[in-house]
């Protein structure tokens, strides 16, 4: 089975930057596409980047776009969201995800097949 396990949250003032990692054991990161998905207080899961084998970046609207940034290092079977200019509506429990069916265009959490644990963010004002 693939285990992702998340690292990297914790408290940071707005304006503040964070850089999650995900590390994935099990399987080769070559052909599996990975994404992060966040769950704010009170709200459902809800996408917020993925990264595709060949490095394809999707974001989840303009909410994050600019200031997120997903990137991949194959090598260390890791994947990375730097956070910048946090925001406190970005206080969420962040997940990172994996799976080999994302299209590489629109998010979905359908996609995903594997699930970390989650890393808390929070962010205040």
């Known amino acids: 089975q693939v285990q992702l396990v998340e690292s990297g949250g914790g408290l940071v003032q707005a304006g503040g930057s964070l850089r999650l990692s995900c590390v994935r054991s099990g399987r080769t990161f070559s052909r599996y596409s990975m994404g992060w998905f966040r769950q704010r207080p009170g709200q459902e899961r809800e996408p917020v980047a993925a990264?595709?084998?060949?490095?394809?970046?999707?974001y989840n609207g303009d909410t994050v776009k600019g200031r997120f940034t997903i990137s991949r290092d194959s090598a260390k079977n890791t994947v990375y969201l730097q956070m910048d200019s946090l925001k406190p509506e970005d206080t969420a429990v962040y997940y990172c995800?994996?799976?080999?069916?994302?299209?590489?265009?629109?998010?979905?959490?359908?996609?995903?097949?594997?699930w970390g644990q989650g890393t808390q963010v929070t962010v205040s004002s």
């Open positions: 995800a994996s799976g080999d069916r994302w299209n590489s265009v629109s998010l979905n959490h359908r996609d995903f097949d594997y």
């Open positions: 990264i595709n084998w060949a490095g394809v970046r999707t």
